[in-house]
């Protein structure tokens, strides 16, 4: 849980300062846009996951001990940055090449129009997080939204070699990070009927795995698999995400489905998410006829990068699963169904949005807290996680208390973005 504080501080860290400042020399504009279009989407993804942060100090030479800065401080440089990254992709003069940035951008292989639309799916991010504020402006969402990703062919996805632990995605069955992890109830009854009108849904056998006596089956968070509790089990356990029995651990026999394989891309926008956005806003501000375009074209994009056949797919966008009418869109039906296009791969997002609905199980219907919080929550959910410990909780505590950081519940404390 203190990836993200090292992933922002130390491996992206100051490498995109040298980054600049050596493009500058070179006139490379294009280099030094990447360069800020990639730290302003960290410090979202960093405040999004931990709230208060380093700001004005970080990095700043000869200092042992670092001040926090307010999340909308936070919010407000990630604005800054991303429109002197989009200054900066539009130029054309001096050293830009796409040739060149093409030799180290593995995703987008240098082409500066796609690195735009990732400025502006960081934007349009930012901007509707602030739907509990009187300040939220859905028309700027929706403005973001429509200069971001354009079709599945945008998709922000990184791709590993896939040939061995060191190389390969993070998810895969070789790098073994989600052995022990299952499907929840709360999502397989998203894809199975239980929630949409008894529908099941096209995705279930892509996405996930049904037990050996074709049911398929989640868990509720803290309880485990039930299934897994007596010798006399092998037709109900619970496959993992790769599809395999628990019973399978030769890796080497293991080849994954979904974004659970070795060679997946690691995603960190997609298509379906751009419209999702813009389908919540729209249906903020109350034009449900775009809001419902929208949305139909979120679950097709999903549909399509999760490779349904078009006759599945367009039986479900007709079926009673889906509100056959801009009138009968509700907001549960779009965030819903973002859950499900968001699920594992965008797993922090799916984490901003819930905590902007407060988990309300109106909105996501069928979920359900855990019977018993841990003894720090104090009878709460948690809406941030710690600071990393290590570097915080061990050099930095004096910092922390200044804004409660050093309590036992702080991690139950809610976030500036979901406040009105």
Known sequence: MGDIWRSHYWSIGKNVDLIIAEATKKEQWDYIGVSQAIRAWSWQTLTDYHGEVILKQAWEPNRFVFDYDSQEEVYAEVQRLSNLALENLNKTDGGVSQASLARGDLVYKGDRSKWTKFVYAV???NAN???????????KVIEYCNKSLASNDDNFGIPPAGTSSTDGNFYGPTRQNVQVFRPTNFFVNLLNGTVFSGVQDPRISLMITASPDGIYRGVDPGKGDPTNTTANNATTRIPTFWGNSPSVTNVAQIS????????ANHFIFTYAEIQ????EAAFKKGDKAMAYDAFKKGI???MDFTKVPAAQRDAYL?????PQSADALTISDIMLQKYIAMWVLGSIETWVD?????????????????????????GKPAYRVRPRYNSEYVWNLESLAKFGGDKADYHTVKPWFMLP
């Open 123 to 125: 934007l349009a991010r």
């Open 300 to 302: 097709t994009a999903h």
């Open 256 to 263: 994954g489905k979904y974004i659970f394989t070795d060679k």
């Open 276 to 279: 999702f956005m813009k389908a």
């Open 318 to 322: 007709a079926s009673a699963a889906v």
């Open 129 to 139: 997080h602030l739907s509990n504020k009187s300040s939220y402006n859905p028309d």
């Open 354 to 378: 819930m905590r902007r609905y407060d988990y309300s199980s109106s909105v996501y219907k069928g979920f359900a807290f855990p019977t018993a919080f841990y003894i720090d929550n104090n």
